[in-house]
Protein backbone atom coordinates (compact mmCIF):
# COMPACT_ATOMS: atom_id res chain seq x y z
CA UNK A 1 0.00 0.00 0.00
CA UNK A 2 3.11 2.46 0.99
CA UNK A 3 4.41 1.05 -2.23
CA UNK A 4 1.98 2.03 -4.62
CA UNK A 5 1.41 5.51 -3.09
CA UNK A 6 4.74 6.17 -3.40
CA UNK A 7 4.68 4.72 -6.78
CA UNK A 8 1.07 6.92 -7.84
CA UNK A 9 2.92 10.35 -6.58
CA UNK A 10 6.06 9.92 -7.80
CA UNK A 11 4.09 9.42 -11.53
CA UNK A 12 2.22 12.18 -10.43
CA UNK A 13 4.86 14.41 -10.05
CA UNK A 14 6.90 12.90 -13.44
CA UNK A 15 3.55 13.70 -14.93
CA UNK A 16 3.02 16.97 -14.58
CA UNK A 17 6.06 17.96 -14.33
CA UNK A 18 8.19 16.65 -17.19
CA UNK A 19 5.36 14.57 -19.48
CA UNK A 20 2.69 16.72 -19.89
CA UNK A 21 4.79 19.95 -20.24
CA UNK A 22 6.96 18.08 -23.16
CA UNK A 23 3.89 16.56 -24.70
CA UNK A 24 5.63 14.07 -26.83
CA UNK A 25 4.35 11.17 -25.44
CA UNK A 26 0.99 12.09 -25.02
CA UNK A 27 0.80 13.04 -28.52
CA UNK A 28 2.98 10.24 -29.77
CA UNK A 29 0.26 7.69 -27.94
CA UNK A 30 -2.79 9.69 -29.39
CA UNK A 31 -1.87 10.01 -32.99
CA UNK A 32 -0.80 6.76 -33.03
CA UNK A 33 -4.12 5.31 -31.47
CA UNK A 34 -5.89 7.55 -34.24
CA UNK A 35 -3.67 6.67 -37.28
CA UNK A 36 -3.90 2.67 -36.12
CA UNK A 37 -7.85 3.12 -35.86
CA UNK A 38 -8.29 4.35 -39.39
CA UNK A 39 -5.95 1.91 -40.94
CA UNK A 40 -8.09 -0.50 -39.20
CA UNK A 41 -11.43 0.81 -40.48
CA UNK A 42 -9.62 1.12 -43.72
CA UNK A 43 -8.89 -2.39 -43.70
CA UNK A 44 -13.04 -3.40 -42.98
CA UNK A 45 -13.27 -0.90 -46.25
CA UNK A 46 -14.74 2.04 -44.08
CA UNK A 47 -13.99 5.37 -45.85
CA UNK A 48 -11.69 7.26 -43.13
CA UNK A 49 -9.56 9.92 -43.08
CA UNK A 50 -6.67 10.81 -40.22
CA UNK A 51 -5.25 14.26 -39.29
CA UNK A 52 -2.90 14.33 -36.26
CA UNK A 53 -5.29 12.99 -33.26
CA UNK A 54 -8.41 13.53 -35.76
CA UNK A 55 -10.39 10.47 -37.24
CA UNK A 56 -13.55 11.28 -39.47
CA UNK A 57 -15.73 8.80 -41.32
CA UNK A 58 -16.57 10.16 -44.60
CA UNK A 59 -19.91 12.18 -44.00
CA UNK A 60 -20.20 11.86 -40.68
CA UNK A 61 -18.39 13.42 -37.24
CA UNK A 62 -15.28 13.10 -36.56
CA UNK A 63 -13.57 11.51 -33.28
CA UNK A 64 -10.47 13.28 -31.85
CA UNK A 65 -8.08 11.83 -29.53
CA UNK A 66 -7.34 13.82 -26.42
CA UNK A 67 -4.72 13.69 -24.14
CA UNK A 68 -6.98 12.19 -21.47
CA UNK A 69 -8.43 9.40 -23.57
CA UNK A 70 -4.74 8.11 -24.95
CA UNK A 71 -4.96 5.30 -21.71
CA UNK A 72 -1.47 6.90 -20.09
CA UNK A 73 -3.48 7.19 -16.98
CA UNK A 74 -4.66 3.35 -17.18
CA UNK A 75 -1.16 2.21 -18.26
CA UNK A 76 0.78 4.00 -14.95
CA UNK A 77 -2.73 2.90 -13.04
CA UNK A 78 -2.51 -0.85 -14.59
CA UNK A 79 1.51 -0.42 -13.51
CA UNK A 80 1.52 1.34 -10.62
CA UNK A 81 -0.01 -2.35 -9.01
CA UNK A 82 2.16 -5.08 -10.78
CA UNK A 83 4.86 -2.70 -9.47
CA UNK A 84 3.78 -2.36 -5.61
CA UNK A 85 1.88 -6.14 -5.43
CA UNK A 86 4.63 -8.70 -4.66
CA UNK A 87 5.56 -11.10 -7.12
CA UNK A 88 8.19 -12.92 -9.56
CA UNK A 89 10.04 -10.01 -11.08
CA UNK A 90 10.28 -11.84 -14.72
CA UNK A 91 6.89 -12.13 -14.77
CA UNK A 92 6.51 -8.86 -13.20
CA UNK A 93 8.30 -7.79 -16.57
CA UNK A 94 5.81 -9.48 -19.31
CA UNK A 95 2.91 -8.61 -16.62
CA UNK A 96 4.04 -5.07 -17.44
CA UNK A 97 5.01 -4.83 -20.65
CA UNK A 98 2.43 -7.24 -22.00
CA UNK A 99 -0.34 -5.12 -19.98
CA UNK A 100 0.51 -1.94 -21.75
CA UNK A 101 0.86 -3.00 -24.87
CA UNK A 102 -2.74 -4.96 -24.52
CA UNK A 103 -4.05 -2.04 -23.20
CA UNK A 104 -2.57 0.30 -26.35
CA UNK A 105 -4.19 -2.27 -28.88
CA UNK A 106 -7.67 -2.11 -26.41
CA UNK A 107 -7.81 1.37 -27.12
CA UNK A 108 -6.98 0.90 -30.15
CA UNK A 109 -10.37 -0.90 -30.60
CA UNK A 110 -11.77 1.76 -28.86
CA UNK A 111 -11.39 4.28 -30.93
CA UNK A 112 -12.67 2.56 -33.59
CA UNK A 113 -15.47 1.69 -31.99
CA UNK A 114 -16.13 5.06 -31.10
CA UNK A 115 -15.90 6.30 -34.94
CA UNK A 116 -18.20 3.51 -35.81
CA UNK A 117 -20.70 4.94 -32.85
CA UNK A 118 -20.92 8.46 -34.62
CA UNK A 119 -22.37 6.61 -37.88
CA UNK A 120 -24.35 3.63 -36.11
CA UNK A 121 -25.79 5.51 -32.70
CA UNK A 122 -24.43 9.03 -32.69
CA UNK A 123 -27.16 10.57 -30.16
CA UNK A 124 -25.55 8.11 -27.65
CA UNK A 125 -22.36 8.95 -28.58
CA UNK A 126 -21.94 10.48 -24.78
CA UNK A 127 -22.98 7.27 -22.83
CA UNK A 128 -20.87 5.32 -24.90
CA UNK A 129 -18.08 7.18 -24.22
CA UNK A 130 -18.68 7.42 -20.82
CA UNK A 131 -19.55 3.58 -20.19
CA UNK A 132 -16.45 2.49 -22.89
CA UNK A 133 -14.18 1.65 -20.42
CA UNK A 134 -16.21 -0.60 -18.55
CA UNK A 135 -15.99 -2.60 -21.74
CA UNK A 136 -12.74 -2.13 -22.98
CA UNK A 137 -10.40 -1.82 -20.10
CA UNK A 138 -11.25 -2.72 -16.99
CA UNK A 139 -12.45 -6.48 -17.36
CA UNK A 140 -9.10 -6.81 -18.46
CA UNK A 141 -7.43 -5.22 -16.15
CA UNK A 142 -9.14 -6.29 -13.31
CA UNK A 143 -8.83 -10.08 -14.19
CA UNK A 144 -5.03 -9.09 -15.40
CA UNK A 145 -4.39 -7.71 -11.28
CA UNK A 146 -6.46 -10.80 -10.27
CA UNK A 147 -3.90 -13.29 -11.82
CA UNK A 148 -1.09 -11.28 -10.69
CA UNK A 149 -2.14 -11.29 -6.88
CA UNK A 150 -2.74 -15.53 -7.95
CA UNK A 151 0.97 -15.94 -9.01
CA UNK A 152 2.45 -13.49 -6.11
CA UNK A 153 0.49 -15.74 -4.23
CA UNK A 154 2.42 -18.88 -5.52
CA UNK A 155 5.43 -17.34 -4.84
CA UNK A 156 4.25 -16.56 -0.93
CA UNK A 157 3.86 -20.11 -0.61
CA UNK A 158 6.58 -21.26 -2.30
CA UNK A 159 8.52 -18.40 -0.14
CA UNK A 160 6.88 -19.61 3.13
CA UNK A 161 7.62 -23.40 2.20
CA UNK A 162 11.52 -23.03 2.08
CA UNK A 163 11.18 -20.78 5.15
CA UNK A 164 9.84 -23.66 7.45
CA UNK A 165 12.45 -26.18 5.44
CA UNK B 1 -39.55 52.84 -58.88
CA UNK B 2 -37.25 55.34 -57.51
CA UNK B 3 -39.50 55.03 -53.94
CA UNK B 4 -39.38 51.04 -54.42
CA UNK B 5 -35.42 51.26 -54.26
CA UNK B 6 -35.42 53.82 -51.44
CA UNK B 7 -37.72 50.99 -49.46
CA UNK B 8 -35.84 48.47 -49.93
CA UNK B 9 -32.62 49.98 -49.07
CA UNK B 10 -33.93 51.65 -45.68
CA UNK B 11 -35.63 48.06 -44.90
CA UNK B 12 -32.16 46.35 -45.78
CA UNK B 13 -30.51 48.66 -43.53
CA UNK B 14 -32.43 48.34 -40.74
CA UNK B 15 -32.42 44.69 -41.08
CA UNK B 16 -28.59 44.77 -41.08
CA UNK B 17 -28.68 46.89 -37.97
CA UNK B 18 -30.74 43.96 -36.22
CA UNK B 19 -28.50 41.45 -37.85
CA UNK B 20 -25.66 43.21 -36.43
CA UNK B 21 -26.71 43.71 -32.96
CA UNK B 22 -26.76 39.60 -32.05
CA UNK B 23 -24.08 38.88 -30.12
CA UNK B 24 -21.78 35.92 -32.12
CA UNK B 25 -22.11 32.57 -30.70
CA UNK B 26 -19.58 31.41 -28.46
CA UNK B 27 -16.54 30.09 -29.50
CA UNK B 28 -16.07 26.01 -28.43
CA UNK B 29 -14.27 26.11 -25.10
CA UNK B 30 -10.74 23.77 -24.68
CA UNK B 31 -12.53 20.17 -24.83
CA UNK B 32 -12.18 18.11 -22.38
CA UNK B 33 -8.66 16.18 -21.31
CA UNK B 34 -9.45 14.37 -18.22
CA UNK B 35 -8.86 10.66 -17.65
CA UNK B 36 -11.35 7.83 -19.10
CA UNK B 37 -14.24 7.97 -16.92
CA UNK B 38 -14.40 5.69 -13.83
CA UNK B 39 -10.87 5.05 -13.25
CA UNK B 40 -11.67 5.52 -9.42
CA UNK B 41 -14.06 2.64 -9.46
CA UNK B 42 -10.76 0.28 -11.30
CA UNK B 43 -8.30 1.92 -8.31
CA UNK B 44 -10.83 1.10 -5.97
CA UNK B 45 -11.21 -2.88 -7.04
CA UNK B 46 -7.90 -2.96 -7.31
CA UNK B 47 -7.75 -1.87 -3.67
CA UNK B 48 -10.15 -4.37 -2.81
CA UNK B 49 -8.30 -7.39 -4.35
CA UNK B 50 -5.06 -6.30 -3.12
CA UNK B 51 -6.24 -5.98 0.78
CA UNK B 52 -8.36 -9.42 0.08
CA UNK B 53 -4.94 -10.89 -0.85
CA UNK B 54 -3.16 -9.31 1.07
CA UNK B 55 -5.31 -10.14 4.50
CA UNK B 56 -5.93 -13.79 2.99
CA UNK B 57 -2.33 -14.27 3.51
CA UNK B 58 -1.97 -13.18 6.58
CA UNK B 59 -4.53 -15.14 8.03
CA UNK B 60 -2.83 -18.15 6.67
Known amino acids: MVKASIFYIVWQIIYDLIILPDGRLDHFLSVSVAVLAKNALSLFGWNISALDRLIVIEGYRGVEVLNGCNALTLMALYSGFIISFQGPNKKRIIYLLGGIGIIFILNVIRIMAFSLATVYFQPHWDTFHEFSPFIFFYPFVLWTWYQWTLLSDDQYRTDSGLSFA | ?60
Open chain 2, 1 to 60: MNNKIYKIIIITISMLTVALAQDPPDLPGAPNQGPIPGMIWLALSGLIIAAKKYFGNTEK
